[in-house]
């Protein structure tokens, strides 16, 4: 009865995975079947962490979070949970012996969350490792299969790619985090003084971490590399868009790509990667 459990913790997982995110589950559906139900495993348990600092307003946040965060560590000590999001997190977790301080280093920029509202540029290089970074190397634990070596050489590359999708989410969510949840990630942020200027340089810091992120794609085993360069060519087409909308707009709309235009991409990512054109 255990592999049924197992099974249905898995299934919640992706059942988070398709309802928060359609382009993650695009990306996620090519991966290779070994892959899929692991990574739907690491982004149900990055959600909901998300979703407590993000979305309960009218909770505790700071003790929902911290049992979150007990919950977190007492399933991966037991190797099991009855919380069905954390147990598949475990089990991927145990299964290809993820390192307990990406964990941490994740969890703890949730708590940065809780309380901190502007960054300067080692908060904000500090949150990105905990909020993006850390997560690009779990993911990246699960591609190498456990291939240390390889691990080791895509580390940089992969963290760099998630590095840069945060950044195009911090643009793409300016409304929402400075109107609603009173948040500006970028250092020295001022809404009144955003300009083209500012844009373009914060673009060209993205574009920097685009092309190593992309570099590491190229070296993922084949098994992997479709679903990551899928979910780089919707964010570099979301980045393409914002690059083209007034710094006024990024402020007051939030940036997207339409359904219609994700399924298109994933044709033309599918493509170049039949043809070995990535």
Known sequence: MKDLYN?????????????????????VSVLHRDFRMPIHAIYGFVRFADEIVDSFHNHNKKELLDRFIKDTHDAIDQKISLNPILHSFQDT???????????DTFLASMEMDLDKTKYNQEGYEKYILGSAEVVGLMCLKIFVEGNEQQYQELKPDAMKLGS???????????????????????????????????????????????????RGIKKLPKKARLGVYLAYIYYI????????TAPEQVISSRIRIPDSKKYMLFLGAYFKHSFNMI
């Open 164 to 214: 840069a999708f945060q950044k195009i989410n911090f643009l793409r969510d300016l409304q929402a985090d400075v109107q609603t949840l009173g948040r500006s990630y970028f250092p020295g942020f001022d809404v009144s003084n955003f300009n083209s200027q500012t844009k373009k340089e914060i673009e060209a810091d993205i574009q920097k971490d685009f092309d190593a992120g992309l």
């Open 7 to 27: 099974d249905v913790c898995y299934k919640c997982s992706k059942l988070v995975t398709n309802n928060y995110s359609t382009s993650f589950s695009l990306g």
């Open 93 to 103: 977790v145990n299964t290809y012996n993820i390192d307990i301080e990406l964990i």
């Open 237 to 244: 087409s979301l980045f393409k868009k914002i690059q083209h």
